[in-house]
């Protein structure tokens, strides 16, 4: 792999993954999310997907390396499985008063507010740029 460090996922106010790190999705039959949905990863937080994962980050992940900057939970995540990863404690959503298992904010809400967001944000935040 290069020696470039695998750029963190793209910033919106609303994800509550570490904003550090690359994170990773569960797929189902090898479907992902589409770029620039705020989804739950398999760290079980929440960041917005980015546009496209770099092929030697694969490469790298298949070889049984961890790629520098790759959340290590959504790794352990995806070669061990989900049973031993901790979610955040539930408690009510500040907006919609429903079950949270996201912190002060539910998942749904956190979607809901991010795809109002997603719209206006501009470059600042060092994001990718991308439509859905």
């Not at 090898?30 to 980050?57: H, I, K, N």
């Not at 298949?62 to 979610?87: D, F, N, Y």
Request: proline share 9%; glycine share 8%; with cysteine.
């Amino acid at each position: 792999m290069a020696d470039t460090k695998i750029a963190p996922n793209p910033y919106s106010p609303y994800a509550n993954a570490d904003p550090n790190l690359r994170h990773a999705y569960p797929s189902f039959f090898g479907a992902l999310p589409d770029p620039g949905v705020l989804t739950v990863t398999g760290c079980r937080r929440m960041a917005v997907v980015a546009e496209s994962t770099p092929r030697d980050v694969i490469d790298e992940m298949a070889a049984g390396r961890l790629p520098e900057g790759m959340c290590p939970v959504c790794v352990k995540a995806a070669t061990e499985g989900e049973q031993h990863i901790s979610s955040l404690p539930c408690q009510a959503c500040r907006d919609c008063s429903g079950d949270s298992s996201q912190g002060e904010l539910c998942a749904l809400c956190r979607q809901e507010m991010h795809d109002e967001w997603w719209p206006t944000r501009g470059t600042e935040h060092g994001g990718e740029v991308f439509t859905r």
